[in-house]
């Protein structure tokens, strides 16, 4: 199936760790992006990446970082400077105009 | 900041049209409107886009003034599994890229 697919659905954090959250699209899209979500607003950037080996920061970067190695894939780590990390993230590939969401992944803080 | 402002919430009868507005008189003319919804704990599924005509898909059609200064989105005969919350957004081109910025949304109801 030709997707975005996020891992893990949920995840638990301590305090003080850092924690990857994966995202893989097969769509061959250049462009990916990572939002976070809080309860009852809307999306918010955190990085976005048009090429490999390229990423630029969104509006909320502080705390998070990314890297860009393959063309299918944009990890997205939580440092523990990010003081505030309980969030649902969502992840996003695009090709000309249009995003395309994965499943997302809620993380919380233990 | 969000450049576009939208009811909080709206709620329609299952089979007739759901009409959700938005405003967004601060858009500039090279600026795309685009419409995503969002089901609970889902991630957003995309709807529709336009930049000055009229469009319609599959799923909904979208109406843009011609000051372009508000838009609609029609959801033709309302159905349960539309009930969601249906975010509409203004695309800000920075060179190369583009980002899509989100507001609060509209929270859809369709009732039975």
């Known amino acids: 199936d030709g997707g975005i697919t996020q891992s893990p659905k949920y995840l638990f954090r301590k305090e003080g760790q850092n924690v990857t959250l994966s995202c893989e699209q097969n769509l061959n899209h250049d462009a990916m992006y990572w939002y976070r979500q809080d309860p009852g607003q809307g999306l918010r950037l955190i990085y976005y990446?048009?090429?490999?080996?390229?990423?630029q920061k969104g509006d909320i970067a502080e705390g998070y970082s990314v890297s860009r190695e393959k063309k299918e894939s944009f990890p997205l780590t939580v440092t523990s400077a990010q003081k505030n990390p309980t969030a649902f993230y969502l992840c996003?590939?695009?090709?000309?105009?249009?995003?395309?969401f994965g499943p997302g992944t809620r993380l919380l803080v233990l | 900041d969000a450049k576009t402002t939208q009811p909080t919430s709206m709620d329609c009868a299952e089979g007739r049209a759901a009409n959700l507005p938005c405003n967004h008189s601060t858009i500039s003319g090279n600026e795309y409107v685009y419409w995503y919804r969002q089901i609970h704990s889902q991630g957003p599924q995309y709807i529709i886009h336009g930049l000055k005509n009229n469009e319609t898909n599959e799923m909904a059609s979208l109406i843009i003034t011609e000051d372009r200064k508000s838009s609609t989105l029609i959801l033709p005969h309302a159905t349960l599994r539309d009930t969601a919350v249906y975010y509409c957004?203004?695309?800000?081109?920075?060179?190369?890229?583009?980002?899509?910025?989100f507001g609060s949304g509209t929270r859809l109801l369709v009732r039975p």
């Open positions: 996003a590939s695009g090709q000309q105009e249009t995003q395309y």
């Open positions: 990446s048009q090429i490999v080996n390229d990423f």
């Open positions: 957004i203004v695309r800000v081109d920075e060179d190369s890229s583009y980002k899509l910025i």
